[in-house]
């Protein structure tokens, strides 16, 4: 069946081929600007201390509204903002601070660039006089800075005075939106209450537009130190948020929430509060950005500067965090900080620490390397760390080992750490494939197996987990071969892993599912660990990786190994739309930071600022790999030695994305490339193209540079430099081997040396190489936003639709063939009327522990009400969801499973959950052909999160379906408020590749039935925004459907 396909935003586009005359000035001066110098070390501060220290005073950090962009004019005069005239007083802000302000900074340092959205993106500091270690702050105020509070209810409550003060005569909430996501706390100027007025004060923060759940408290109060507080005049205080000891969260919005609790007498000044002002103050490391990244289209550059931000606000004095917002994971672990350090290094590095200080540890890859020892899990040097337990975890920790290795080329540190990292291979090595292996995790996303899976509890992961996981264990193993390599005197043990890791490819592909019934995430390891043949990467370019629908992962985290894959197969057009989708979406619905968890179907029904399904955290580093990528892949610069002395530089650019432009920081220096595509009309019937591509590199480095063969359907005719044809090497003529270049990458990318030799190029000069392309036809362009360039348009196999019209009675209709209605009987029991084609309904819960039985609850009986349900000559409902904010991460609700399946569960009250949870991810409903249950790779089939549906004909292996007669599965919901929020992403429960358009539910007091319509096996995940309720489950059968809708209502 064709489908229609996926809706995109509404919001405007712009073109990548025709980038503007100001985005290639711009271009043209970032490449021009010259990186900082290395920051100095003054001590190592303890990050986790209480944070009320001494007061501290402000320098002024000029805003432009709520875009949060600081403007050239930005610190030049450096005046105090600490002061604030009220009622003939000088007040000042009077909550201790824990960090100084910003200090010892060059405001210009570097360019002001609008695409990113760190505020102090043009702020460097020297290296000889900052202290990294030590975090700074600075204070943005409603009055001084152009935000502006939005007043809830009710505006007749206040008045704004002339000089910006708000008055304040009965109960009002108040609501700024700070533009951008930072590490801040929220802090308010409030004159007029004392002990005994009768007036309560709240405070609230969030990082999207309502108030994350626990974070709306009492503030703490700080009187202004030149009144009495015991006085009987006005007194002011300050008063700040504090939801824990670190003070800072992840903050974007903030509310004032202002209580009258006893009447008063006729309103005069002396009985109105006075709000002077309101502010956040926001805590940053001081390092530099030495990285850079420009592309011709902006939202890629948007996106890299996107990911750096979110790495440098989870950066504290000796370690990344793992999450902004404190919701009690807060801490370093293990595996989530690979992509996290990967991008620091590319975005940061290059800052050597000073040798003033013997226990230096602020520069980035001294910080880096504090992490790599705080997380070392090794059975030489290491301890148990958090999430240790995840048996992918040590070895991303090996990547990390691996990516700080090859980018500092520091022999002596990474020989001390080498023993522990091949504690942990060869313990992966021993045991590769064990089917009975218990990973325990590999990624949040269905076809992994949705978080949490242990054989202990009865929870086994996915096959694709295992198969990802295997893959992933040969890409280690490669990628520690070449890294030995490069060590003094291990070259013996080097090609004792090399040996190894031939041994696993070879065992890999005698699996019974290589390589057809590979998935998005096995697939993209298995390219990237070279166990992937040339055959097999066309196989699934054509079917597994070809698909825009399902090519993104639930969570960015694991979407950063499939990029890898599809870079490492030479899909370069494939993978800058995979960014596009799968990170770009990500721009549309908030601002500073990429998410734990993200759909690019989200974007369709939630605007920027709104709250995601599932709640996920808004500014999670590990999201932020997709920055690493692109520095590496798409500017192509790339070490041959560690340290870069020896260096690639291969930038990708096509008639889609016609310039690239990127500075890689080393040890040695920034290396610079920028490259740009022209299309040539020679005035023969060929069409032709040009790329230009300019190199510069600090001295001491050797440096070559590389052309693709074949790109946008051009084919390489030849090479110049300075006006003189060169012959391009093959690199391994040349004895050249760049840090993960896939044999894909070597077949196309042709080196070029300086003339007449094959010597690399010298570093301290630019060289500049002209290669010139035959086109078998015009290159077609696409826009640079479209999200599809690469990729087919769209397609869902399955449509969904919802009815809002027929209320209860919709049963008879959604349920002709057979239902299951939740808690409608008065002792909260189910009433079952399968259809011959279903066997059982069961509901759960999936968290840590495993899988856990949860039952619906009675909500009544009315003869009148028409939402409720015909049944038993009356009208009744049950329910079974949860309310909006019941509880918050770690101890919320991890969502709902409803199972009906051939074996019928027992019935019992929920299971406790203990540990790190779900993170709310939604009910979940499973449907199951008969014949496949057998054959779900391990977890679906035994932990019971299935709705098994018994047709007649079903699938009759793995990946071999046999069609079946279409069905439809309703799912009844009655909203148990008027704000009440969820949506539904539907997978196909074989391959648990989505498979419909995600539908969000709202309105629906009234009820509504959502359907999907579809012919195989397939599952429900249900995911709460502001609640989700549900009453029914119901079967009606049809003739599949040929519409090309895929969304009806």
């Given at each position: 069946m064709r489908k229609a396909p996926l809706r995109r935003s509404t919001r405007q586009r712009l073109s990548c081929h025709s980038a503007t005359a100001a985005v290639r000035l711009w271009m043209l001066f970032f490449f021009a600007v010259t990186t900082t110098t290395a920051i100095a070390v003054a001590h190592d501060d303890d990050e986790k201390t209480t944070a009320k220290k001494q007061l501290r005073r402000y320098p002024d950090i000029s805003e432009q509204g709520p875009a949060s962009l600081l403007t050239s004019s930005s610190v030049n005069t450096m005046k105090n903002t600490h002061t604030h005239t009220g009622n003939n007083n000088d007040i000042e802000w009077q909550a201790p601070e824990p960090y100084p302000p910003l200090f010892g900074f060059e405001a210009h340092g570097n360019p002001h660039l609008p695409l990113s959205p760190d505020p102090l993106i043009s702020y460097t500091w020297p290296s000889a006089t900052t202290n990294a270690s030590q975090l700074q702050s600075y204070r943005l105020t409603q009055n001084h800075h152009g935000f502006h509070q939005r007043v809830i209810f009710p505006k007749s409550a206040i008045s704004i005075l002339p000089n910006g003060a708000i008055q304040i005569q009965d109960s009002v909430t108040m609501q700024w939106d700070w533009g951008v996501e930072r590490a801040a706390w929220f802090e308010i100027l409030l004159q007029g209450i004392t002990d005994t007025d009768g007036w309560k004060v709240e405070m609230a923060l969030s990082e999207f537009n309502s108030v994350y759940p626990g974070k709306r408290r009492v503030p703490e109060r700080y009187p202004n130190n030149k009144t009495n507080r015991n006085a009987s005049e006005s007194t002011t205080y300050t008063y700040r948020l504090e939801t824990n000891d670190e003070l800072y969260e992840g903050v974007r919005f903030t509310w004032l929430y202002i209580t009258k609790t006893k009447s008063q007498p006729a309103a005069n000044d002396s009985q109105l509060l006075l709000l002077i002002d309101a502010s956040i103050v926001s805590k940053i490391k001081p390092i530099s950005y030495m990285g850079r990244f420009a592309s011709s289209c902006p939202k890629l550059t948007q996106i890299w500067y996107t990911g750096a931000y979110g790495v440098r606000l989870n950066m504290e004095a000796t370690q990344f965090n793992s999450v902004l917002m404190e919701r009690g994971d807060r801490v370093a672990i293990q595996g989530d900080g690979h992509p996290t350090m990967a991008t620091a290094l590319f975005a940061f590095g290059g800052q050597a620490s000073s040798q003033q200080s013997s226990n230096s540890s602020d520069a980035v890859y001294d910080l880096v390397w504090n992490q790599l020892w705080k997380t070392n899990s090794g059975h030489v040097h290491g301890h148990h760390v958090v999430d240790d337990a995840i048996m992918a975890y040590p070895l991303y920790w090996i990547g990390s080992v691996?990516?700080?290795?090859?980018?500092?080329?520091?022999?002596?540190?990474?020989?001390?750490?080498?023993?522990?990292?091949?504690?942990?291979?060869?313990?992966?090595?021993?045991?590769?494939?064990?089917?009975?292996?218990?990973?325990?995790?590999?990624?949040?996303?269905?076809?992994?197996?949705?978080?949490?899976?242990?054989?202990?509890?009865?929870?086994?992961?996915?096959?694709?987990?295992?198969?990802?996981?295997?893959?992933?264990?040969?890409?280690?193993?490669?990628?520690?071969?070449?890294?030995?390599?490069?060590?003094?005197?291990?070259?013996?043990?080097?090609?004792?892993?090399?040996?190894?890791?031939?041994?696993?490819?070879?065992?890999?592909?005698?699996?019974?599912?290589?390589?057809?019934?590979?998935?998005?995430?096995?697939?993209?390891?298995?390219?990237?660990?070279?166990?992937?043949?040339?055959?097999?990467?066309?196989?699934?370019?054509?079917?597994?990786?070809?698909?825009?629908?399902?090519?993104?992962?639930?969570?960015?985290?694991?979407?950063y190994w499939i990029l890898q894959g599809l870079g490492a197969a030479e899909q370069m057009e494939h993978a800058i739309a995979s960014i596009q989708t799968c990170w770009g979406s990500m721009l549309d619905t908030g601002k500073g930071c990429f998410y734990e968890l993200h759909s690019p179907e989200w974007r369709n029904f939630r605007r920027d600022g709104e709250r995601l399904p599932t709640t996920p955290s808004m500014c999670h580093p590990w999201a932020s790999g997709v920055t690493a990528w692109m520095s590496s892949a798409l500017t192509g610069i790339k070490p041959v030695t560690p340290g870069y002395s020896r260096f690639v530089a291969a930038p990708y650019v096509s008639a889609n994305y016609p310039s690239v432009n990127g500075t890689v920081p080393t040890p040695l220096g920034g290396i610079s490339v920028e490259a740009i595509w022209n299309a040539v009309d020679d005035g023969e019937n060929e069409a032709a193209a040009t790329v230009e591509i300019t190199m510069s590199s600090p001295e001491?480095?050797?440096?070559?540079?590389?052309?693709?063969?074949?790109?946008?359907?051009?084919?390489?005719?030849?090479?110049?430099?300075?006006?003189?044809?060169?012959?391009?090497?093959?690199?391994?003529?040349?004895?050249?081997?760049?840090?993960?270049?896939?044999?894909?990458?070597?077949?196309?990318?042709?080196?070029?040396?300086?003339?007449?030799?094959?010597?690399?190029?010298?570093?301290?000069?630019?060289?500049?190489?002209?290669?010139?392309?035959?086109?078998?036809?015009?290159?077609?362009?696409?826009?640079?936003?479209?999200?599809?360039?690469?990729?087919?348009?769209?397609?869902?196999?399955?449509?969904?639709?919802?009815?809002?019209?027929?209320?209860?009675?919709?049963?008879?209709?959604?349920?002709?063939?057979?239902?299951?209605?939740?808690?409608?009987?008065?002792?909260?029991?189910?009433e079952e009327n399968l259809p011959s084609y279903i066997s059982s309904v069961s509901i759960y819960q999936h968290g840590f522990t495993g899988s856990a039985p949860v039952n619906a609850s009675y909500a009544g009986t009315s003869n009148s009400n028409k939402t409720y349900l015909p049944y038993k000559d009356s009208r009744s409902l049950g329910i079974l969801g949860?309310?909006?904010?019941?509880?918050?991460?770690?101890?919320?609700?991890?969502?709902?499973?409803?199972?009906?399946?051939?074996?019928?569960?027992?019935?019992?009250?929920?299971?406790?959950?203990?540990?790190?949870?779900?993170?709310?991810?939604?009910?979940?409903?499973?449907?199951?052909?008969?014949?496949?249950?057998?054959?779900?790779?391990?977890?679906?089939?035994?932990?019971?999160?299935?709705?098994?549906?018994?047709?007649?004909?079903?699938?009759?292996?793995?990946?071999?379906?046999?069609?079946?007669?279409?069905?439809?599965?309703?799912?009844?919901?009655?909203?148990?408020?008027?704000?009440?929020?969820?949506?539904?992403?539907?997978?196909?429960?074989?391959?648990?590749?989505?498979?419909?358009?995600?539908?969000?539910?709202?309105?629906?007091?009234?009820?509504?039935?959502?359907?999907?319509?579809?012919?195989?096996?397939?599952?429900?995940?249900?995911?709460?925004?502001?609640?989700?309720?549900?009453?029914?489950?119901?079967?009606?059968?049809?003739?599949?459907?040929?519409?090309?809708?895929?969304?009806?209502?």
């Open positions: 691996l990516d700080w290795y090859w980018a500092t080329g520091d022999n002596a540190k990474f020989a001390a750490l080498v023993p522990d990292v091949l504690s942990i291979l060869d313990l992966r090595i021993a045991d590769f494939m064990d089917p009975n292996l218990d990973i325990g995790w590999m990624g949040w996303d269905d076809r992994l197996g949705n978080g949490w899976c242990y054989h202990s509890n009865h929870n086994n992961c996915t096959r694709e987990g295992h198969l990802t996981f295997g893959a992933l264990v040969a890409k280690v193993t490669q990628d520690v071969a070449h890294a030995l390599d490069h060590l003094p005197n291990n070259q013996a043990q080097a090609q004792h892993y090399k040996q190894i890791h031939k041994d696993l490819i070879q065992r890999y592909r005698q699996l019974p599912d290589y390589p057809h019934c590979l998935g998005v995430h096995a697939s993209g390891n298995a390219i990237s660990s070279q166990i992937a043949s040339p055959s097999d990467i066309k196989l699934w370019m054509t079917s597994t990786l070809n698909d825009i629908v399902t090519i993104c992962s639930w969570s960015a985290f694991n979407q001491h480095t050797k440096g070559y540079i590389g052309v693709r063969k074949c790109v946008s359907g051009c084919k390489l005719n030849f090479v110049q430099i300075n006006g003189a044809v060169v012959e391009p090497y093959n690199c391994k003529r040349l004895g050249v081997l760049a840090r993960d270049w896939a044999a894909s990458m070597e077949h196309n990318i042709l080196l070029i040396t300086t003339t007449r030799t094959t010597k690399p190029f010298e570093g301290g000069e630019t060289t500049r190489v002209t290669a010139s392309y035959t086109c078998s036809k015009e290159p077609t362009t696409t826009k640079c936003n479209a999200d599809t360039s690469g990729f087919p348009p769209a397609h869902y196999p399955a449509s969904v639709s919802m009815d809002r019209a027929t209320q209860g009675d919709g049963l008879f209709k959604h349920g002709s063939d057979g239902y299951v209605l939740l808690g409608i009987n008065e002792d909260e029991s189910n949860d309310n909006d904010d019941s509880r918050w991460y770690p101890y919320r609700n991890p969502g709902i499973v409803v199972d009906v399946s051939a074996s019928t569960a027992a019935k019992s009250s929920p299971l406790p959950f203990v540990g790190r949870l779900a993170a709310g991810q939604g009910l979940m409903i499973d449907v199951t052909t008969k014949a496949s249950s057998a054959n779900l790779g391990g977890r679906l089939a035994s932990q019971g999160f299935l709705v098994d549906v018994k047709t007649n004909t079903s699938s009759s292996s793995y990946g071999k379906p046999i069609p079946t007669t279409a069905y439809k599965l309703s799912v009844y919901s009655v909203a148990g408020t008027g704000h009440e929020q969820f949506a539904i992403r539907v997978m196909d429960l074989t391959t648990l590749n989505m498979i419909a358009p995600t539908l969000m539910m709202d309105k629906h007091q009234g009820g509504v039935w959502w359907t999907v319509e579809y012919d195989k096996s397939l599952r429900l995940r249900i995911m709460s925004i502001y609640g989700m309720h549900i009453s029914a489950v119901a079967f009606s059968s049809f003739e599949s459907s040929t519409s090309d809708s895929a969304v009806v209502e």
